[in-house]
């Protein structure tokens, strides 16, 4: 996998979890929308059952049949906050599926970056590695690791220099005095 396949990814998982936000946010407006209209319809229905239409029959069976039509009205309005409702439920789902697909393409991306950094540290230790062998190779040519049993010839060649030795000069040793310090007390 190619970062820039990696990339392509996460930013398609982000519209993905973007547009299931949208569609919720749109299907909580519509129950919103079924319940105020169900809440409209209960009203209705209230104030047509305290209606007094007693007088004459015309009258009475048009405020039955008014009443009844407010009834089915209400009880679709009802049916279709469920409906709204469910969708709404169903769009949440989405939003979590999304959001879960989301923070796995981005933990992937941070998985494939951390291997890129360690395989460019890898590189770079190696090109160290190279330079240090090459060093080694140029100052020693017997290819020896360990000449002479030192770590390394040239602590050997650095000590033995007489250069090295001319210019620390040894400290002489203390001269004894010429009298005893008991001589001078006693005169």
Do not use: C
Not at 50 to 70: K, P, R
Not at 156 to 175: F, G, L, M, Q, Y
Request: glycine share 4%; no cysteine.
């Amino acid at each position: 996998m190619t970062a820039r396949w990696i990339s392509g990814l996460v930013r398609a998982r982000q519209f993905a979890e973007d547009n299931a936000k949208n569609e919720l946010r749109t299907a909580e407006k519509l129950a919103s929308r079924a319940h105020a209209r169900v809440r409209y319809n209960a009203e209705r229905l209230e104030s047509l059952h305290y209606a007094q239409a007693e007088e004459n029959a015309a009258t009475f069976v048009a405020a039955a049949v008014a009443l009844q039509a407010a009834a089915a009205t209400h009880a679709a309005a009802a049916q279709a906050a469920e409906q709204a409702e469910r969708a709404a439920a169903a769009r949440r789902s989405d939003l979590t599926d999304a959001a879960i697909s989301r923070r796995s393409a981005e933990e992937l991306a941070e998985r494939a970056r951390a291997a890129e950094k360690a395989r460019q540290a890898a590189l770079a230790q190696r090109a160290q590695d190279e330079i240090a062998a090459s060093v080694f190779r140029r100052h020693n040519p017997s290819g020896n690791a360990i000449p002479d049993g030192t770590i390394s010839g040239d602590i050997e060649a650095a000590k033995a220099t007489p250069a090295d030795a001319a210019s620390v000069a040894p400290i002489p040793a203390p001269r004894p005095s010429v009298g005893d310090g008991d001589d001078e007390v006693s005169r």
